[in-house]
């Protein structure tokens, strides 16, 4: 089945958002496109077109509400006339420099797992390193209690990767075995009783580097004007259907630099960061633009959260251009959260509650896009970074 829906109320600048989120709206949907002010959605629901239509429609009204209408803001342009244009995705995979194993999780192979790790070892040496940075390593979970002091339950709880195990029950245990022997093997149509077999979650897959770094400071009293920690972590959000997009991972690996302390500290080595990832990308070569933004909130409050976050100014991307799709994908980020994580977690600078702030690299975002914007054709890359990447192989021998 097909339906398609006006999205005449809203802005152009929305519509990209209101895709994205369309994807939750039912299990059963196969496809979503946007097609001349339209949303066309074709789905397989036994609820036909018009419980898909309503739900759409609740989040048109969801979308519409609000003194914004996600008006472009960019603070800084790096325009670059690069020289490839290609479908960089289906290259690396004929390649087989990656391997798809399914929308949105990939094997990465050289040369791009080489490419990742020499992109980690450059924003480390070229950006963390300029702070007095302490470094970190942090589980791929996270406790559901711990998850729950960030709000991500209310905030972001479709991309929500839950992890559990079977119930410490040797009936349950030996059933479930039997059971799918007798079937032949893991049936993924067959069904699954949860409740009977499977414990409510403790744990969930990490979504965001940050957090175990205020889980790790819990109750803590800082001293000075604060603390700068990086990490690499394996990170997990699950999008839907929009992981056939381009850079949007099931899994993937993001490095990132976390300012806890007094407000000017957190604030002033922000801005700091945000001119180091400037002078990068200017550097670098990259055609990028550094903007306000907000994040993907789905719930009901998503107009209140998106607003205050964009007149705060407490998001920037920078994004880096994709030529073959004409568009650009958020590569970097810089957030301020304020004292929202010092009063969840109890971390204190003195007497009061620390802000923290973070800065963000997707690992694999960064290298899909410069290899769309360059080829895998080394002689095409910029002089620096080849220069660069070629020393970092030197030294890694």
Same mark, same amino acid.
């Given at each position: 089945m097909e339906c398609k829906i006006s999205l005449e109320r809203l802005s152009e600048s929305q519509h990209g958002q209101v895709k994205y989120a369309s994807a939750f709206v039912d299990e059963h949907i196969q496809e979503i496109s946007l097609e001349d002010g339209y949303l066309r959605i =074709?789905?397989?629901? +036994? !609820?036909?077109? *018009?419980?898909?239509?309503? @739900? =759409? *429609?609740? $989040?048109? *009204? @969801?979308?519409?509400?609000?003194?914004?209408?996600?008006?472009?803001?960019?603070?800084? @342009?790096?325009?670059?006339?690069? +020289?490839?244009?290609?479908?960089?995705? @289906?290259?690396? =995979?004929?390649?087989?420099s990656i391997k798809v194993l399914e929308p949105g999780l990939f094997i990465f192979r050289e040369p791009f797992s080489s490419l990742m790790r020499f992109l980690d070892y450059s924003f480390v040496t070229k950006i963390a390193n300029r702070?007095?940075?302490?470094?970190?390593?942090? +589980?791929?979970?996270?406790?559901?209690? /711990? $998850? !729950?002091?960030? !709000?991500?339950? /209310?905030?972001? +709880? *479709?991309?929500?990767?839950? $992890? /559990?195990? $079977?119930r410490e029950d040797l009936d349950v245990i030996e059933s479930f075995s039997d059971s799918i022997r007798a079937t032949g093997g893991w049936k993924d149509e067959l069904p699954l009783d949860l409740n009977a077999t499977m414990p409510k979650p403790k744990f969930t897959m990490n979504p965001s580097t940050c957090y175990h770094c205020y889980e790790g400071l819990q109750g803590e009293t800082l001293e000075g004007d604060g603390i700068v920690v990086t990490a690499v972590a394996k990170c997990h959000r699950f999008e839907s259907k929009n992981h056939t997009d381009f850079g949007r991972l099931l899994d993937f690996s993001m490095r990132e630099i976390i300012f806890v302390g007094k407000p000017d500290f957190v604030k002033e080595n922000r801005l700091k960061s945000i001119e180091y990832i400037k002078e990068l990308a200017v550097e670098w070569e990259v055609d990028s633009l550094l903007e306000i933004a907000n994040d993907p909130f789905f719930t009901n409050d998503f107009q209140v959260k998106a607003s205050f976050q964009r007149n705060q100014e407490m998001k920037y991307e920078l994004r880096l251009t994709i030529p073959y799709l004409d568009k650009s994908i958020a590569c970097s980020s810089v957030n301020f959260h304020s004292n929202t994580f010092g009063n969840a977690f109890d971390i204190k600078v003195g007497k009061r509650a620390a802000v923290t702030g973070c800065v963000g690299f997707g690992i694999e975002r960064w290298a899909f896009a410069f290899l769309a914007q360059y080829g895998m054709d080394e002689a095409d890359w910029p002089a620096s970074f080849r220069e660069q990447y070629h020393a970092w192989q030197q030294k890694s021998l």
């Open positions: =074709v789905h397989t629901s +036994p !609820n036909g077109d *018009e419980a898909i239509r309503e @739900r =759409v *429609e609740r $989040l048109i *009204e @969801r979308f519409s509400k609000g003194d914004f209408g996600f008006k472009e803001n960019v603070l800084f @342009r790096n325009e670059v006339s690069v +020289p490839y244009s290609g479908d960089i995705i @289906r290259e690396l =995979v004929e390649s087989k702070f007095q940075v302490k470094e970190e390593s942090y +589980p791929a979970v996270i406790h559901s209690e /711990t $998850l !729950n002091k960030t !709000n991500h339950f /209310t905030s972001f +709880p *479709e991309h929500i990767h839950f $992890l /559990t195990h $079977l």
